[in-house]
């Protein structure tokens, strides 16, 4: 995970070091597509491995932490996929009639497979283009570490570009959704530099701050808020100096938000 941060980190100041520079706006729109790429790698690689210990019955909530109220509708869908594995089972034998099972959560195992089916597609589609050798079989912790590491690479292909940030997007957010985990968000005064709006939030979990309109839209042609509608304006640490300047906000303030634990009314 910290190879992941330090990645972001070294990527974020090259951007804003080169911007100055750099006038095309391909370049420009391939510098936000690798920046994408490595926040929502991260926020894959630090969910995944939970999709594991979801499967595991009795799973116990963490210490300190009232168990979160039952979904509606949510013990209807485990006895039935239950009653769904255990035909399964007897169709091929598996298991003797009449023996209790502990249930099996498939959306959670199909979740699982998808993204890991899908990390693997991608790290041979990538490598494929970029002619490399066929990758070495890996779990899929350690595939997106690899991707990660040809970004210097993938970013002479814009199109690759592309499909590696939406593909990575994509399992991420199917990641987080299966979890049904609510991240931690912490309201941060200021307005945003973009859309004037009271919408800036401190997310904790990625150290970052978000505006969470919906109706956001910048002025860079090349920012994935003009095509993409669940695209959120986000400053990472290294830019929080500069929307201090433009929101109103304070430095301290967000620092401070980085470390509340305690989710605030937004």
């Keep these: 995970m910290a190879d992941l941060t330090d990645r972001m980190d070294s990527t ?9 520079d750099r006038t095309d706006p391909a370049d420009r729109t391939v510098e936000l597509v690798l920046r994408d790429i490595a926040l929502w790698t991260a926020s894959l690689v630090r969910q995944f491995p939970e999709l594991s210990e979801e499967l595991a019955p009795g799973r116990r909530s963490p210490a300190g932490t009232a168990p979160t109220a039952p979904h509606p509708g949510r013990d209807e869908l485990i006895r039935e996929e239950r009653r769904e594995a255990l035909l399964l089972e007897q169709r091929h ?4 009639p009449g023996h209790g099972a502990a249930p099996i959560r498939l959306h959670i195992s199909d979740a699982i497979r998808d993204i890991t089916d899908g990390v693997v597609e991608l790290e041979e589609a990538v490598c494929a283009r970029l002619a490399l050798p066929r990758p070495r079989r890996a779990g899929v912790i350690e595939r997106l570490r690899r991707i990660v590491g040809l970004l210097d690479a993938v970013a002479a292909h814009p199109v690759l570009a592309r499909h590696v940030r939406d593909e990575i997007r994509r399992m991420a957010r199917r990641c987080a959704r299966t979890l049904g985990d609510a991240e931690t968000i912490v309201r941060v005064s200021g307005r945003c530099p973009w859309c004037d709006s009271v919408s800036l939030r401190a997310f904790p979990d990625r150290r970052a701050v978000l505006c969470v309109n919906p109706a956001c839209v910048c002025t860079d042609a090349a920012c994935g808020c003009q095509d993409d509608p669940a695209y959120r304006h986000l400053w990472p640490e290294s830019a929080w100096a ?14 401070a938000a980085m470390d509340d634990t305690k989710e605030t009314s937004c």
Excluded: C
């Design 12 to 20: 974020d100041s090259t951007f804003r070091a080169d911007d100055a």
């Design 93 to 96: 034998g598996l298991s003797v």
């Design 242 to 255: 500069e929307l201090t300047e433009a929101s109103g906000t304070r430095t301290e303030e967000i620092e």
